[in-house]
DNA sequence: GTCTATAAAAGGATAGAC
DNA sequence: GTCTATCCTTTTATAGAC
């Protein structure tokens, strides 16, 4: 079921869907979904409300596009991050990272997924974007510890105990980076110091000994 | 400068006041500032949205009042564990446990914290009372730390990193118990298994190896 | 201390011109 | 595809009776 006939200027409204995506994106991680007014969104963007109404049914359908648009997005650096190393302490060690460098992106996601959960907008499609956010952190996370186990570079953990494990303190480093430093270089600071405690008390609960060639790399 | 003269139905007054924070503290934990009008929280009191600008000087006021109130009787808690226990280990196990058996307190505590964080209102009054809900945290926690080791029964780890570490985990967890379980008891199982993990990892990290009598009393 | 009624402002949404 | 102008609803806040 291709559209056909003249897509007239569709490379421009796709643009501007997507500034008013990025637009929303950007207010809606600093404030709350209600609190963000249909025309702060058209101003960041440079337009007017009009315009939202022409590229969206109406403020909730622009929040959901929003949030799939972040997850997306997040989803796509999580799947750059994990196809590009094999060796699973790299991997996690890369993951963990991951989380200090782009908490700014990931406190957006974050935050954008604790407003969902609050308000009353609820859809189908925003719940599965949510549950492939942390389906795949937890595929990989589990994937890592069973590649370890097998390959005995670690010699203890179950891998759903320690999924759940890493990802739950991440949600909290990541949410201390978004209560703690309204200026980045604070909130960065804080969740590095809590990732590097975490990694090593990690490393030790997999029985890994062998973190020191890891951490001269990134630490 | 004591005010005198007839105080006619204060008690009464103090009532009304704490039966509207109490509202709101509800309907705010469940849904964002603005999102929540002066009306819900007047008809989940029982009473009229003029009662509130006779109680409190406007909303912002109320949402002041509400974190103040709710982050005051989470300290009321904390210190009900601290005080009664001497044990580092012991009062770190309780610690622990208290945040899965008082979730959904605690839950409502961060989202209005989160909250406040992503609004515009901003006073010195509430920065102060998160600091301190934050800062008791940090002593208690720095504290079993600091006389674990002293006494031997701890042989590792630093009482800051630890303290960073412990806290920012429970703050994802408890994060996870608002962001999943909507139904209380998936919350509070999610967060249990995570803590359970979580408690196991931290005695390794502290070198602390009498943990089985200590399980056995909760778990 | 509490209510009813209402003013005043803000926000979401649409119609119609270009 | 985008803008201007505007309508309608919701929400905050106040005045005044009881």
């Known amino acids: 079921m291709k559209k056909v006939g003249r897509p007239r200027q569709v490379g421009q409204a796709r643009d501007t869907a997507e500034a008013l995506k990025r637009s929303a994106l950007d207010l809606l991680s600093r404030n709350s979904y209600r609190s963000v007014t249909i025309k702060d969104i058209g101003r960041e963007a440079g337009l007017t409300t009009a315009m939202i109404y022409y590229h969206f049914r109406d403020k ?3 929040l959901r596009a929003t949030i799939e648009y972040a997850i997306e997005k997040a989803l796509t650096r999580f799947q750059e991050v994990s196809e590009n190393i094999d060796e699973p302490a790299a991997l996690i060690h890369e993951w963990l990272y991951m989380h ?3 908490h700014s992106e990931l406190g957006k996601v974050l935050k954008l997924i604790i407003d969902y959960n609050h308000s009353d907008v609820q859809t189908d499609q925003i719940d599965e974007a949510v549950q492939r956010f942390y389906g795949t952190e937890r595929d990989v996370l589990m994937g890592c510890v069973q590649k370890g ?3 005995g570079i670690f010699s203890d953990g179950k891998p759903e105990e320690i999924s759940i494990l890493v990802s739950t303190f991440l949600d909290g480093a990541v949410l201390r980076g978004q209560i703690l430093g309204e ?3 604070q909130g960065a600071a804080a969740i590095q110091t809590s990732v ?3 990694e090593r008390v990690l490393w030790s609960a997999l029985g890994f000994r062998g973190r020191a060639a890891l951490s001269s790399r990134t630490g």
């Open 196 to 198: 590097e405690v975490f």
């Open 149 to 151: 186990l097998e390959t």
């Open 60 to 62: 909730n359908d622009l």
């Open 183 to 185: 200026t980045d270089a």
């Open 100 to 102: 200090v460098n782009l």
